[in-house]
């Protein structure tokens, strides 16, 4: 009899913890960079307008069985495609209140337009989103950034209290854009706010991070209040939540949804009283397939029309070349072509282009200027709308041999074009580099080189380092862009393909133009 009463006893506790449990669903999209219609290289999959028919959907499914939903975005859904101009990224920031998330965190590409134009555009939109940073701070005269960004959002779910951490990337080569302001060091802000959060009774505390895939593996590792990190900044898409074990040996999961509204990430959390209780399901789904909602496909239109307002509509699509490249190459190729269509435009000895600020997008077939545009994303000031700029810099050659050397062993992702070399790794881990050549000769000490590069490395290396400042002193802004350089290559006729990198070849990294003895690198870097 004891024993019957044993199992009755436990039946019920089990019963009854089950109806305390709460299932909540969380659908997560990350670094989808103003990616209106669909991905790169493919129609039918991506684009806000079948987004929302899917974010949509998954909230009616989840209502009819009782289960509330909550809409999150993990940064990036600023700069990095050409619809990001349209109003000066107002549509964009409008795109997030029609798709109707709940909460987003700022990504790196989020504020590259300024704080002052940043707190214009918050004033100007007003998001409906809870928008959130605990490490990203201006001063008291940007009313807006003040007024809507917050460090953290806290919500009561069926008598569960919730609260999700913003935390965004302090990369020195983006938060320079943060002027009269900063951005704190992620990880040191996301351990205080996670002890401030527990203090302040959450039952359920969720990271909303920027900071890519290895940092949030070391936030889960510093923090024991976590339960929960929803990620951006690297681009991974995570089909099974990561697990890194807390300072507590408590396993945390991360998870992260790709990029560019390829998919949508979904999962369904138990939480209780007690605390968080895991995932109980969890799928990236890709966005194709479905109809498109058509509000949203009105915005998009509407945004398109902007910009054709704007740039004119025969200037977008006139055909200013043809490229030989198709889906599913490698986009460093493209990246090297630009590279060499900086050194051309300007006639220099060596360019440096950011490989990892190129973007994704290569055109295919025929090429427009709208193409162009998608190929190189980039503005920091909304005036410049034609984006970066090609600098020139006269420098030294010791210079030259000192930043290959520091930009080879800080894994700087960079692509230079005019210069070839060789390299050895040692047994710490550092590059050896020697026999640095231009144009086949040996790089002399003290003669003065012609360097190009993109305006962005120019902008931010000021305020990088002293260094840099120093190097690039004499660095003046040439009337050429990078789109429009790329441009007066494509009209040369040279082929772009997938054999442009290929013959012939040489050392490890490239290959040597034949027909202008000019050497291609490109160094070892990391993901943006």
Do not use: C
Not at 339 to 361: F, K, Q
Not at 403 to 430: Q, R
Request: charged share 30%; aromatic share 12%.
């Amino acid at each position: 009899m004891k024993a019957i009463y044993i199992v009755l006893f436990n039946l019920i506790f089990l019963f009854s913890t089950a109806l305390e449990a709460k299932l909540v669903q969380i659908l997560h999209t990350n670094d989808i960079h103003s990616y209106f219609d669909h991905v790169e290289h493919d129609e039918d999959q991506g684009g806000y307008a079948r987004l929302k028919t899917m974010i949509e959907f998954y909230k009616a499914e989840a209502l009819k069985k009782g289960i509330k939903t909550i809409v999150v975005d993990a940064g990036d859904f600023m700069e990095g495609n050409f619809f990001y101009m349209a109003k000066n990224g107002r549509r964009s920031f409008e795109m997030h209140n029609k798709i109707g998330y709940d909460i987003s965190v700022i990504g790196n590409h989020d504020y590259l337009m300024g704080t002052d134009e940043m707190d214009s555009i918050l004033n100007d939109v007003n998001p409906k989103f809870k928008y959130l940073g605990a490490n990203f701070h201006a001063d008291s005269r940007y009313k807006g950034i003040n007024k809507f960004v917050k460090p953290y959002h806290e919500m009561t779910i069926e008598g569960v209290k919730v609260a999700f951490l913003g935390l965004t990337t302090d990369e020195i080569v983006f938060r320079w854009r943060v002027y009269n302001g900063g951005i704190r060091k992620p990880l040191k802000d996301g351990v205080k706010f996670d002890k401030i959060l527990k203090d302040r009774g959450n039952e359920v505390i969720i990271g909303l991070t920027h900071i890519g895939l290895e940092k949030d593996k070391l936030l889960a590792s510093k923090t024991k209040n976590l339960d929960l990190i929803i990620g951006g900044h690297s681009h991974d898409f995570l089909y099974k939540p990561h697990y890194e074990k807390n300072k507590d040996k408590k396993r945390i999961p991360i998870v992260q949804a790709g990029a560019h509204a390829a998919v949508l990430g979904r999962m369904i959390i138990d939480i209780e009283k007690s605390g968080f209780k895991g995932i109980k399901e969890y799928e990236l789904i890709p966005i194709r397939g479905v109809q498109e909602d058509e509000e949203i496909a009105d915005a998009v239109e509407v945004a398109r029309e902007d910009l054709e307002n704007q740039y004119g509509h025969n200037h977008l699509y006139e055909e200013v070349g043809f490229s030989q490249l198709e889906a599913g190459d490698d986009a460093k190729i493209w990246n090297a072509y630009t590279t060499d269509a900086i050194l051309e435009s300007t006639g220099s000895d060596v360019s440096i282009h950011t490989t990892s600020m190129g973007g994704p997008y290569f055109p295919i077939g025929s090429v427009t200027r709208f193409d162009l545009y998608n190929s190189h994303p980039r503005w920091f000031d909304f005036n410049d709308d034609k984006g970066w700029f090609v600098y020139r810099a006269t420098i030294r050659g010791y210079w030259i041999k000192w930043m290959f050397k520091a930009v080879m062993n800080l894994g700087i992702p960079l692509t230079f074009s005019g210069i070839d070399f060789e390299w050895k790794k040692n047994i710490f881990g550092k590059f050896t580099v020697k026999n640095l050549r231009i144009k086949g000769k040996k790089i002399k000490s003290f003669k003065n080189y012609e360097l190009a590069l993109p305006e962005g490395i120019v902008r931010g290396g000021f305020r990088i380092s002293p260094l840099v400042g120093l190097l690039l002193k004499k660095a003046h802004r040439t009337p050429i862009t990078v789109v429009s350089a790329i441009e007066k290559k494509l009209q040369t006729g040279e082929p772009i393909d997938k054999y442009y990198l290929e013959e012939p070849k040489f050392e490890i990294f490239g290959r040597k133009k034949s027909s202008t003895k000019r050497e291609r690198v490109f160094f070892p870097g990391v993901k943006r």
